[in-house]
């Protein structure tokens, strides 16, 4: 099977600091200043062309890091990744310009990508329409909800049909109308065989639509494996996150994080 996307060891730290006067004291003196943070651990995995694969994790897991990885926008510290082809983001806050018209990102967006006025002409009226946004597409994207400015990511990213689709819970700030019409499209681009990778809070979507599940925990990776296995344990895992108490979470939480440092350590 080709491989499209293999992800090897990554790992995200940042610094968190303690104020601002820490963070300017860290750029110009050679003293270190704040603490390593760790979104991602030493995260590996494999999708084969044409698997829809969905990150799922509680919040701060590092779902959000991983996917911006993938798609190059934000860079890991250590690790390779390496995508078989043009990898297409959609996120709620994907790289939209705000004081630009949504027109004017459609064009900015496609001829970053290398369309030219032509095909671009074609692919516009192709884009308004998805994103049912009518006369608000001549308006300013700071004027736009966040269910608005999903709708304009999602239209953009699917007409311009990329070998890989990245999608960060883009279908959860939509309504229930614009959701499944999404969903049919990725439904779609799954029978086109498509590499997907779609990042949700969802299980029951998950469900309907992923064939592998990654499962990050705090930066390390939990489980991965086939959809409907990983889901189950996840399942059952929330429901005992949701029966503890704060303290019970925090330790939880430590014990995670103690185990995923002793593994750095071994490593470097
Ligand atoms: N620029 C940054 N500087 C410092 N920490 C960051 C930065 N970006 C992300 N993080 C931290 O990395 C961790 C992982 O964040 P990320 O957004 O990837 O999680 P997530 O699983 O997508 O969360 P959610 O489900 O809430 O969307 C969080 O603890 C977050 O605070």
């Known amino acids: 099977m080709e491989k499209a996307i293999v992800v090897k060891n990554v790992t995200k730290k940042y610094k968190l600091y303690n104020g601002n006067k820490e963070r300017i004291l860290d750029l110009i003196t050679p003293k270190n200043y704040g603490e390593d943070f760790y979104a991602l651990s030493n995260v590996s995995f494999e999708a084969e062309k044409g698997d829809v694969v969905g990150f799922i994790g509680i919040n701060g ?3 959000s890091t991983l996917s911006n990885i993938i798609a190059g ?9 390496e995508v078989n082809g043009e990898a297409s983001l959609i996120a709620v806050s994907a ?3 705000n004081d630009l018209t949504g027109r004017d990102n459609i064009e ?13 002409e074609k692919l516009e009226p192709e884009i308004i329409e998805f994103s049912e946004l009518g006369k608000f597409i001549d308006q300013p994207v700071k004027s ?12 953009i990213s699917v007409s311009i049909n990329p070998n890989i689709l990245i999608i960060d819970e883009a279908l959860s700030v939509g309504d229930k109308a614009f959701a499944a019409k999404s969903l049919e499209k990725m439904k779609e681009f799954k029978r086109m065989g498509k590499t997907m990778i779609f990042v949700s809070h969802s299980i029951s979507q998950m469900k309907q639509f992923c064939d592998k599940v990654l499962w990050l925990e705090f930066g390390t990776v939990k489980e991965y494996g086939p959809a409907s296995e990983v889901l189950k344990k996840y399942d059952e895992f929330i429901k005992r996150w949701k029966g503890m108490s704060a303290k019970e979470r925090e330790d939880y939480k430590a014990s995670v994080v103690e185990k995923q440092r002793e593994l750095l350590t071994i490593k470097s």
Do not use: D, H, W
Request: aromatic share 8%.
């Open 61 to 63: 897991s590092g779902k």
């Open 73 to 81: 926008i934000v860079p890991q510290t250590t690790g390779t990744v």
């Open 95 to 97: 790289g939209l310009k």
């Open 108 to 120: 900015l967006k496609c001829l970053m990508l290398g369309f030219n006025k032509k095909e671009i």
């Open 144 to 155: 736009y909800s966040s269910g608005m400015k999903s709708r304009l990511g999602f239209a």
